[in-house]
């Protein structure tokens, strides 16, 4: 079963503009991890925030997390069309092993 | 570093025949995993593997499905026989150590398997 679920499902954005989305979860976690993947390829990783942790960047990628919502969100500023690729967010839970549990993922297009 | 490597890149059988995916884990990685990918179920976690054992295999749809790892450098899902709702992308990934907070796993290509 799905622990995180993202929301859009569907995202559509010009160059330029920035992009958000949005994972919820349901139980409580060690990390929430955002992952790429682009058509026919598999998973590529992009960020991890730790569950003591707010906020996290890297470049053009903004994560937050709010625990007692069970929330998070990836903003993609200054979208590219090389952007555009499905974006999955994965929690890991607590327990001797840290397995990670995959959302449905938002698919992003990003249009010249 | 060649990455996780997963043979075949596609499989097309029949119904009813052996299908045997396999996977090479990055060197150095203690924890392997596999996916299956569809659209109606997303990402699905079959089995994982911490040094070379299983740990949790309650994602194994049915005993139609098995895995092995008998050593650090190997693994394999298998699935006998094959039925065509198995037709999906099987995801193999590795990471350093499950047993470790905050670990990130790498994935190989995927296999994509068709059954006819």
């Known amino acids: 079963s799905q622990q995180g679920e993202e929301d859009p499902q569907a995202l559509s954005i010009q160059e330029g503009e920035n992009a958000t989305m949005n994972c919820s979860y349901k139980?409580?976690?060690?990390?929430l991890q955002w992952y790429r993947q682009n058509s026919g390829r598999g998973l590529v990783h992009l960020i991890l925030?730790?569950?003591?942790?707010r906020e996290k960047h890297s470049g053009r990628l903004r994560v937050t997390l709010d625990t007692s919502k069970k929330s998070s969100s990836l903003l993609i500023t200054a979208s590219r069309a090389a952007d555009t690729a499905s974006y999955f967010c994965?929690?890991?839970?607590?327990?001797?092993?840290?397995?990670?549990?995959f959302g449905a993922g938002t698919r992003l297009a990003v249009h010249p | 570093d060649a990455g996780v490597i997963q043979s075949p890149r596609h499989e097309v059988t029949e119904m009813g025949q052996e299908v045997t995916l396999r996977c090479k884990p990055i060197s150095g990685h203690n924890s392997l995993f596999w996916y299956r990918q569809t659209m109606m179920r997303g990402l699905e976690l079959l089995i994982y593997f911490n040094n070379n054992v299983p740990i949790d295999d309650s994602g194994m749809p049915e005993d139609r499905f098995s895995a092995k790892m008998p050593n650090a450098s190997f693994s394999t899902l298998k699935i006998q026989p094959s039925e065509p709702r198995d037709s999906a992308v099987y995801f193999c990934?590795?990471?350093?150590?499950?047993?470790?907070?905050?670990?990130?796993?790498?994935f190989g290509s995927g296999t994509q398997l068709s059954v006819l």
């Open positions: 139980t409580s976690i060690n990390n």
């Open positions: 925030i730790r569950s003591n942790e």
């Open positions: 994965a929690t890991a839970g607590g327990g001797g092993y840290n397995k990670l549990i």
């Open positions: 990934a590795s990471s350093l150590n499950i047993g470790t907070s905050n670990e990130k796993l790498f």
